[in-house]
């Protein structure tokens, strides 16, 4: 009986790559040798991150113990890479960038380019998140090179997005716009209508911000058709909201509150954490409909979203409209209180 399970454990390991349903990688994790229980807690891992990473990350650090006594190097630096995903969900970037550098620390040892293309790929993602823009840059190169080296057009779409975004974020945008239209180039050869919605949307906000609002708003509105077409909600809630914000810039109040309503509720993470920009620009529209307190209220919702997503920028955003709206109520010493906030966040991201 013994022998026939350990054959069908060693099957079940071999087609792993055609997707092993969860029931049968916790049989793994009970009846496998110690490295076919490394294995299937890595996919267990893989598996769950984005709906359960605390569990996820308890599982990549079970197949650590095993890849380490067993000396399975690679499947190491992979559980690894996984941990720094999970702690990326939850959000948690430091222990997310410790996980991830002993990664790239054994994926360069092996000279798995594909791995270590992973891995600075989401390193950059992390300093580009913390505003650590040099470090952004430096590593989003290396996921370039490393992803050219193994022609994994995807992948190299995705990072010649990141490059552009972390030169927006640097008052670059001409540059990172010549980066987006690179992106766009790779991602469509390699089909990934994911990707393209994606770099859609950010073309249309480094548009907008040349203040391009028709090119802008075309690009969004592409964004928004292929991300109906698949059904890709995260896409959804950015260019609905985008496509908000350019009529509110063009002052069609009625049309900018419809789109952001609709953004919010095509949120479906917790807490709306995808919905920031859609509360903020909701406080602008009644901000200059003359309805500062309803204004209060969105700004309030954005900056306790920022919060919960460790978003230093968004809550900087939100205590600046906060300030704002308090200088024209004439509540100086409360409009001091926010604007100082502002000014020691952006301090500490040294954004002045």
């Not at 076919?36 to 605390?54: N, T, V």
């Not at 995705?158 to 716009?177: D, F, T």
């Not at 180039?185 to 548009?207: D, F, R, T, W």
């Amino acid at each position: 009986m013994f022998k026939k399970i350990a054959g069908i454990i060693t099957m079940l390991i071999s087609i792993n790559s055609f997707g092993v349903s969860l029931d049968s990688l916790y049989l793994i994790t009970q009846k496998g040798t110690d490295q076919q229980k490394a294995l299937a807690y890595f996919q267990l891992s893989q598996e769950i991150y984005q709906k359960e990473p605390s569990k996820a990350i308890k599982y990549a650090n079970k197949g650590l113990v095993l890849a380490y006594q067993n000396n399975q190097i690679e499947l190491q630096a992979k559980l690894h890479y996984q941990v720094g995903l999970s702690y990326i969900q939850l959000p948690d970037y430091s222990k997310a960038e410790e996980d991830i550098n002993k990664g790239i620390a054994i994926a360069e040892d092996l000279n798995n380019l594909g791995l270590c293309g992973d891995l600075y790929y989401h390193f950059a993602k992390i300093k580009y998140k913390i505003q650590e823009k040099n470090l952004a840059l430096e590593y989003t190169q290396k996921a370039i090179k490393s992803y050219q080296s193994t022609n994994q057009l995807d992948e190299l779409a995705n990072s010649y997005n990141l490059l552009a975004l972390v030169y927006i974020s640097s008052h670059q945008n001409s540059k990172g716009l010549e980066y987006l239209f690179k992106a766009i180039e790779i991602a469509q050869k390699s089909g990934n209508q994911k990707s393209i919605a994606n770099i859609y949307v950010n073309i249309g906000n480094s548009l907008k911000k040349q203040d391009k609002l028709e090119k802008a708003l075309e690009h969004h509105q592409k964004a928004l058709n292929i991300a109906q077409e698949i059904n890709y909600t995260d896409a959804l809630v950015l260019a609905l909201n985008n496509i908000g914000d350019i009529y509110l810039n063009q002052k069609k109040y009625r049309l900018a509150r419809a789109f952001f309503k609709r953004s919010i509720n095509m949120d479906k993470t917790p807490f709306k954490l995808k919905s920031r920009s859609a509360y903020s620009n909701i406080g602008h529209l009644h901000f200059e409909l003359g309805e500062p307190f309803i204004a209060k209220e969105y700004y309030q919702k954005s900056i306790e979203i920022a919060q919960r997503n460790l978003n230093e920028s968004g809550k900087a955003i939100g205590y600046f409209n906060l300030g704002k709206m308090n200088f024209f109520l004439n509540n100086y010493n409360n409009s001091i209180d926010y604007l100082d906030k502002v000014i020691h966040i952006a301090l500490q991201l040294q954004d002045i």
